[in-house]
Nanobody, 129 residues
């Protein structure tokens, strides 16, 4: 059974930082492209960051670029999202997702929720002003 378990969310003041983790099991992690998405109340789920199988390529939405950093440790089957300079607009449930197979993709594929086959349960990030 494929499992993705996020952790590290919580309450932080504006300008602060958090580091999210997503632990994966039940899949060949080194063959999985990984992404982070977020969903704020009343909004659709949106892309935040993506990373290729070995971490060579990373992708970010305009809203987080320069503040967030996605990384992975394949030896630990874990993907991370370092979030700096947080603002209330970053408040959302953050989900990690895995894309398996599909050997040929374009970078835009990382931004699409329907390209990921597996999702975690989410972790709440709340940024207060």
């Amino acid at each position: 059974q494929v499992r993705l378990v996020e952790s590290g969310g919580g309450l932080v003041q504006a300008g602060g930082s958090l580091r999210l983790s997503c632990a994966a099991s039940g899949l060949t992690f080194s063959s999985a492209r990984m992404g982070w998405f977020r969903q704020a109340p009343g909004k659709e789920r949106e892309f935040a960051a993506g990373i290729s199988t070995r971490g060579k390529n990373t992708y970010y939405s305009d809203s987080v670029k320069g503040r967030f950093t996605i990384s992975r440790d394949n030896a630990k089957n874990t993907v991370y999202l370092q979030m700096n300079t947080l603002s209330p607009e970053d408040t959302a449930v953050y989900y990690c997702a895995a894309m398996i197979g599909d050997p040929l993709i374009t970078p835009d594929a990382y931004r699409r929720t329907n390209r990921y086959g597996y999702w975690g349960q989410g972790t709440q990030v709340t940024v207060s002003s």
